[in-house]
């Protein structure tokens, strides 16, 4: 069973600063997610072909995920929601590799995101209602609705986060439960599932729930 | 298998990094390249457009010529037509002087000839006339009638043809 993270190293050999391999994948998914970047919009044209297709059709298609719900406000806040797109979507993948676990599957990851995303929304929030105008938001319909309100608020980075992790980990926890119960073939088609569609799914939803969380705030 | 740590740090700093990154080498590129491909459909649908109505009016301005063209051609046949009926009027008119030219010098001619015959008829009356008569005077006058009658008729003839020299 994935026993977890693992602290592989410390940084610099500080005990404080430990290197797990989450950590790790992490940083080669981003390098990966940059190295295809730069491949994808490489010798960009007026008229598209190949990859260059690849790369508009992606950011195009989140492009229209952000703007029926943001109108007017896609294209500034595309870069953040799509990083958000990629960066899971390409995280849950990566666990479809042997040997390597998906970042996603430590609350780490997640609740740093989640956590990205909660002060992003907030910071909207004021910056369309100003500071005392979106304080003032906490107490509506009625005013002793105040407690429950801040309680949700707090509520949606611990949903958000938790959704994600505990899908990827559930997902891997039942592979290797299969592996143990049935090894060879059988859990080929549950990689299949768990790892490609629900690791495409929740990428998705990670993402759609944030652009929701920044919509309510500045409505 | 819960446990949050410095890696939650890490991990949004990673996020920040690839969206710094993204922006730069994803984001931005893809985005001028839509803009500019807007841009560029756009220019072209003005263009396109403006060139449509350029075709427009120039098709309009061939219209109106070849109607000139045309009526300046009709004209030109009129006036040509025109010009061939007054010329061969012109023809008609010369021909029919010069008939009447040729008409008179002939009566002309004619008139003259009848003169001629008539005097060289009256010539030759008087030449018989004078051979009857003298053929009836001479059974009647003698000799120097005869001669004086013919010097007096010599003398008018003289008058009549020589005139002055006399």
Request: glycine share 6%.
């Amino acid at each position: 069973m994935n026993p977890g993270p693992q602290v592989v190293t410390h940084l610099f050999g500080k005990s404080y600063l430990p290197v797990t391999d989450t950590l790790l994948i992490g940083w080669l998914s981003v390098i990966l997610i940059i190295i295809l970047a730069k491949y994808l919009t490489k010798n960009l044209k007026l008229r598209p072909e190949g990859k260059q297709n690849v790369a508009e059709l992606m950011v195009t298609a989140i492009y229209d995920q952000i703007e029926p719900m943001l109108p007017g406000e896609g294209w500034r806040f595309l870069p953040f929601i799509a990083t958000i797109f990629i960066y899971i979507g390409f995280c849950n993948l990566i666990g479809f590799v042997p040997g390597l676990t998906s970042p996603t599957g430590d609350l780490n990851t997640t609740l740093g995101l989640a956590l990205v995303v909660f002060l992003v929304s907030h910071y909207e929030g004021m910056r369309e209602k100003g500071v005392w105008g979106y304080f003032k938001s906490f107490g509506q319909p009625v005013i002793f609705l105040l407690p429950l309100n801040i309680v949700s608020e707090f509520a949606k980075p611990i949903s958000h986060s938790f959704r994600l992790f505990g899908n990827i980990v559930g997902g891997g926890i039942i592979i290797t439960l299969i592996y143990q119960a049935a090894p060879g073939l059988v859990p080929v088609p549950l990689h299949a599932w768990f790892d490609l569609f629900i690791g495409l799914i929740q990428a998705l939803i990670f993402g759609m729930v944030a652009i929701s969380y920044i919509s309510v705030a500045k409505s | 298998m819960v446990n949050i740590n410095t890696t939650l740090l890490w991990q949004v700093l990673n996020f920040l990094v690839l969206l710094w990154l993204l922006k730069k080498y994803l984001y931005g590129p893809i985005k001028e390249i839509l803009d500019k491909r807007e841009n560029t459909i756009k220019n072209e649908i003005a263009e396109a457009e403006k060139e449509h109505a350029e075709a427009m009016e120039l098709k309009e301005e061939h219209r109106a010529e070849l109607k000139r063209a045309r009526e300046k051609s009709s004209d030109i046949v009129d006036k040509a037509e025109r010009r061939a009926r007054e010329r061969s009027k012109e023809i008609i008119t010369q021909a029919k002087v010069q008939a009447e030219k040729v008409e008179e010098d002939k009566l002309k001619e004619i008139e003259q000839a009848k003169v001629e015959a008539r005097k060289e008829i009256r010539d030759d009356f008087t030449d018989i006339t004078l051979l009857a008569a003298a053929q009836m005077i001479e059974k009647e006058l003698d000799r120097n009638k005869h001669e004086e009658l013919m010097a007096k008729y010599i003398n008018q003839l003289d008058k009549k043809k020589l005139g002055d020299v006399q």
